[in-house]
């Protein structure tokens, strides 16, 4: 009986490689490859993503790895919104990612403003999920790009039969239990960067703020209407530049944490300046080019941030 069970015992040592080597190429051959109900397959047996440690929690912020560019998944519940899609070149990459996480459709994709590494990735997007809601800025129309970015992508919402929604200051929507708020642009912008759409997303007693690349005149206009600019997440506008994230901002929003996405290129982003009044107003700083993602998990009540690297 003994020698039965040790050969049992040993029969499972050998099968486990095989049904996990089973599970992989399974999930390589659906089109979605390894969607929600994988992952917590992949889970059990300890092989989960690293984007799996949202499994459990209500709500996250997914601060995607994009280099110097801007790509944002929200979730909350099942549902589910993308900020941005990083440059061109990425857009394979951030279609991944949402893959591996499981989302098969998106509520909303946010395109705060058309420069490249903001508008670029969503033209892949766009091509492989159903999306409910596109929504974008209004720019001077000396302002529109002509470069291939922002042109493609414009042609795959045209393929798609998907409006531009063009929000107001104070329009507000939901993502299940997430109520997110449009702060901005508050005035028509003198260049792309300052007409980022700025979005506010609260969970609870937990606060979000999502700039794009508003730099200091943004920053200004949104202060002087006397908004409520307090959060305990703020995504750093403009990668990091000292054009953004002035002092008198930093004051209003007062965040706990900071995520910056950047990666090197020749202007050297995040400026020291930026960082030290990050640090002066207590904000923990998270970088995607040295952490990699960045997670932020919340119940309502607290944050948890998970790295990549």
Same mark, same amino acid.
């Given at each position: 009986?003994?020698?039965?069970? #040790?050969? @049992? +015992? ?9 049904? *996990? #080597? ?18 917590? %397959? ?23 790895? %994009? ?7 929200? &979730? ?9 899609? !990083? ?8 279609? +991944? ?5 499981? %989302? ?22 766009? &091509? ?15 302002? @529109? ?18 409006? &531009?929604?063009?929000?107001?200051? !104070? ?15 508050? %005035?028509? !912008? ?11 997303? +609260? ?10 690349? =508003? ?6 206009? #949104? #202060? =002087?209407?006397? &908004? ?11 990668? !990091? ?8 901002? *930093? ?26 009044? *990050? ?7 998270? +970088? ?22």
């Amino acid at each position: 009986m003994k020698r039965h069970a #040790l050969r @049992i +015992r040993r029969g499972w040592k050998h099968a486990v490689p095989v049904i *996990l #080597l089973f599970f992989l190429l399974a999930a390589a051959a659906i089109p979605f490859g390894a969607s929600a109900r994988w992952n917590k %397959v992949f889970s059990f047996f300890g092989l989960g993503g690293f984007s799996s440690y949202a499994d459990g929690w209500p709500a996250c912020v997914h601060i995607l790895d %994009v280099g110097k560019a801007d790509s944002i998944l929200v &979730e909350c519940k099942g549902h589910w919104m993308l900020v941005d899609g !990083g440059t061109p070149e990425k857009g394979k990459i951030v279609v +991944r990612y949402l893959k591996r996480r499981g %989302v098969t459709r998106l509520d909303y994709v946010v395109n705060t403003h058309p420069d490249e590494d903001h508008v670029g990735g969503l033209k892949d997007v766009l &091509e492989d999920f159903p999306v409910q809601h596109y929504l974008a800025t209004k720019v001077r129309p000396d302002l @529109i790009p002509e470069d291939s970015a922002y042109l493609d992508t414009m042609a795959a919402l045209r393929r798609k039969g998907l409006p &531009e929604e063009i929000p107001k200051p !104070g329009d507000q929507f939901s993502l299940s239990s997430m109520e997110i708020c449009v702060l901005g642009p508050v %005035v028509p !912008g003198n260049s792309t960067n300052n007409s980022s759409v700025i979005l506010m997303l +609260r969970y609870r007693s937990i606060r979000f703020l999502l700039t794009g690349d =508003a730099e200091k005149e943004e920053e200004q206009s #949104l #202060l =002087a209407a006397g &908004e409520n600019l307090s959060a305990d997440m703020l995504k750093v506008g403009h990668h !990091g530049s000292n054009t953004s994230t002035c002092a008198e901002f *930093l004051k209003a929003v007062h965040p706990k944490y900071a995520a910056i996405s950047v990666g090197y290129d020749r202007n050297k982003l995040p400026k020291a300046e930026v960082l030290k009044r *990050l640090s002066l107003a207590g904000a923990k700083i998270y +970088r995607t080019d040295v952490e990699g993602t960045i997670l932020f998990l919340t119940d309502g009540k607290t944050i948890t941030v998970k790295t990549e690297k």
